[in-house]
């Protein structure tokens, strides 16, 4: 190619002569690492052979192997915080820098000094050149701008410095202002704190007074508690800030408390039950007695409305008078409940608790009716019987309803159910029972009625049928007496009924029988119907029933003296039950095409089916059994009062079910009614 050795490579030969070298980068070592040199000796000598200059001492910086301890020392010291080293700072003076840079010091002097007071600046020798120079006053204001602005800094200075002292004079101001009303505030203080002073002096001595008094009384045998009035009177007219700041009620209580416990020794609270509630009463203020605080109210903002937070209930400890009540008056009172008192006789325990009721604190008056009196009553109940006991049961728990509140179900429990074993037990034959008529606004009202009709009506039934007879001649009233007891006990369509079913019948039969007699004489039939009339009472006279059978029998008198001589034969006798299913029947008819109206009270389904079997004059007895399959109690509708016959239902999801062959399926009420009467 005409190369030729030791010339360099390309056509002008101004290429590489020596062959390009490779040399090894050690190991781990990056790019001009610590000064390492990469140039080759074959690239120095190139350069030098272009002319350039190459520096000889250029030495490669090769790096030492480190060691593994080394390594690791570094590895570490890279965590830790680097040591402060403290920089000493040499202070040099100006000679000693001008001979360090080696010039010397230039001379002593001013320097250049240029005049700028004219309108031009201009170079002056000295200093009296400018004084000796004339100055006269511009307003052209590009003329000594740094004069201005040297002024405008001074004057905002100075501003910032007076603006400084304005606020430190209003904050010494202020300072001293309130210095002058802490002065007036404390000499008020001293004030109000001498006066106190001075009333606390009084009041010493009018407890001096009490503590001296107390001393006196007792050494006497016969004291009493009024010699105290004045003294504590004193106390609550003339200090009640200091009687409620101080608690002088323990004062009070201290002074009564001895004589208190001599005359509970001597008291007896059965015949006397509002022993020392008079004193006490007019010491109520002073004894603080059912005194409460009422608590702060806390409102809280809950999405913008305000609403008074009940506070947390705090127990608080009794105050000395509930103390003393508790620990002197308390034990006799329980004492005598426990040991002298019978609940057959509440007569003075009732008069005990009307008299301290009101001013016995909540826990000594729950504690009197929770342990001492209804522990005892409630025995009294369960123990009770018609046979042995001496009193009814009415006169053991009605005078204790007034006050039990929420603890009535404690006592009522067990006394309904001594009622209703007792109704279950009674046989007309034992006579009315005593203070019955009570318990009806105990019981609820339907529960009332399918008691009377479950064990009560049926019995009644079967006296008017099997023993009371209609003879004019020898009339005996006392099985009618007996069932005209319970008119104001049973419900009005349910007497009526009874009447109707077994009274009416018989004497109309009676009175028909006495009107188809040949010589009738129409005055004694009119005395006999006013006899009968007149026995029974007005509410009993007012009932539907009861005002159409004597209707019934008047009708049957006039149509008697209608016929005359041919009323033995043509006179028809009454039946008073066929005339009721006819009417019974047209009323159906009228009333199936009319809508029940709707009913706004909340009753039950029950009650409605009760209610309308009663306007149909059908009961709704009990039978004490229950379906098979639905576990529903089984009811009888029946016109009978004896509760033969009828339609047996059970109500449940607002539906009347009945029998249907073997199943029992929903009817409507007016099939009720009418499968009822077949």
């Keep these: 190619m005409g190369w030729q050795a030791g010339t360099g490579l390309g056509a002008t030969g101004e290429g590489i002569v020596i062959p390009i070298e490779s040399k090894l980068r050690p190991k781990k070592m990056g790019i ?94 000295s200093l009296a050149d400018i004084s000796l120079s004339s100055w006269t006053p511009s307003t052209d204001p590009t003329r000594i701008p740094e004069v201005r602005h040297n002024l405008r800094l001074i004057v905002d200075a100075c501003k910032n410095d007076l603006d400084g002292l304005a606020r430190e004079a209003k904050a010494l101001e202020e300072r001293k202002r309130f210095i002058t009303q802490e002065g007036i505030r404390l000499q008020k203080k001293v004030s109000d704190e001498a006066e106190l002073i001075a009333r ?24 009493t508690l009024d010699d105290f009035s004045p003294l504590f009177s004193t106390l609550l007219v003339q200090y009640p800030v200091e009687f409620d700041k101080y608690r002088l009620d323990e ?67 009794m105050t000395p008078f509930e103390s003393l009540l508790w620990n002197v008056w308390l034990p006799k009172v329980r004492t005598c409940l426990n040991n002298e008192w019978s609940p057959e006789d509440p007569t003075p325990a009732v ?33 009770w019987s018609l046979k042995r006991s001496t009193v009814s049961l009415h006169a053991l728990v009605f005078p204790w309803l007034p006050y039990l509140g929420l603890r009535i179900d404690y006592v009522l429990d067990d006394a309904q ?4 074993s007792l109704l279950r037990s009674w046989a007309p034959a034992d006579g009315a029972l005593k203070d019955l008529g ?62 109707e079913t077994e009274f009416f019948p018989k004497w109309l039969d009676v009175l028909h029988i006495w009107l188809i007699q040949p010589k009738v004489s129409f005055e004694e039939v009119a005395q006999w119907y006013s006899f009968w009339k007149s026995s029974f009472p007005d509410s ?40 009721q299913a006819i009417a019974n029947a047209s009323m159906k008819k009228s009333t199936a095409t009319k809508v029940a109206p709707a009913r706004i009270q909340e009753i039950t389904f029950r009650s409605i089916v009760e209610e309308f079997a009663a306007s149909h004059n059908l009961l709704f007895i009990p039978t004490g059994r229950a379906h098979e399959k639905s576990r529903m109690p089984l009811f009888r509708i029946s016109s009978n009062i004896g509760g033969k016959g009828g339609l047996l239902v059970y109500v449940q999801d607002d539906a009347v079910w009945a029998p249907d062959g073997d199943e029992y399926r929903a009817i409507t009420l007016e099939d009720m009614v009418l499968r009822a009467n077949k």
């Design 438 to 499: 009570g318990w009806m606004e105990v019981f609820d009202k339907g529960e009332w009625d399918a008691m009377l009709l479950k064990y009560v009506v049926p019995k009644l039934g079967s006296l008017l049928r099997d023993e009371f007879r209609v003879n004019p001649r020898n009339q005996n009233m006392e099985p009618l007496k007996q069932v005209l007891a319970w008119s104001t006990l049973l419900r009005g369509s349910v007497f009526a009924q009874l009447l």
């Design 417 to 420: 159910r001594k009622v209703k």
């Design 540 to 579: 009993v006279q007012s009932m539907p029933g009861v005002a159409r059978g004597f209707t019934r029998g008047l009708q049957l008198m006039n149509t008697a003296i209608e016929l005359g001589p041919d009323a033995p034969t043509m006179l028809k006798r009454p039946d008073l039950r066929a005339e």
């Design 251 to 317: 004062i009070v209580v201290a002074a009564i408390a001895p004589m208190v416990r001599r005359i509970v020794a001597q008291w007896n609270p059965l015949q006397d039950p509002p022993g020392l509630i008079t004193t006490f009463r007019t010491w109520k203020q002073a004894l603080k007695v059912n005194s409460v605080d009422k608590p702060p109210d806390t409102q809280i903002d809950i999405y913008g409305a305000r609403i008074v937070a009940t506070p947390p209930a705090i127990e608080k400890p």
């Design 32 to 125: 001009a690492f610590k000064g390492y040199r990469e140039k080759t000796e074959q690239s120095k000598l190139e350069a030098r052979r272009r002319g350039e200059v190459v520096s000889d001492d250029e030495e490669e910086v090769r790096p030492r192997q480190s060691k593994k301890g080394d390594a690791k020392e570094k590895r570490s010291d890279a965590w830790k915080k680097p040591k402060k080293v403290k920089t000493k700072v040499e202070h040099k003076t100006y000679e000693q820098i001008v001979a360090e840079a080696g010039q010397e010091p230039a001379a002593s002097g001013i320097g250049q000094i240029i005049d700028a007071t004219g309108r031009t600046p201009r170079e002056v020798a």
């Design 200 to 223: 606390l002096q009084q009041v010493k001595l009018v407890v001096d007074d009490i503590g001296a008094k107390a001393k006196e009384l007792a050494s006497v045998y016969e004291a």
């Design 351 to 383: 008069k005990l608790y009307e008299a301290w009721s009101t001013f016995l604190p909540p826990f000594v008056r729950d504690n009197i009716l929770d342990q001492l009196i209804l522990p005892k009553v409630s025995k009294a109940v369960a123990d």
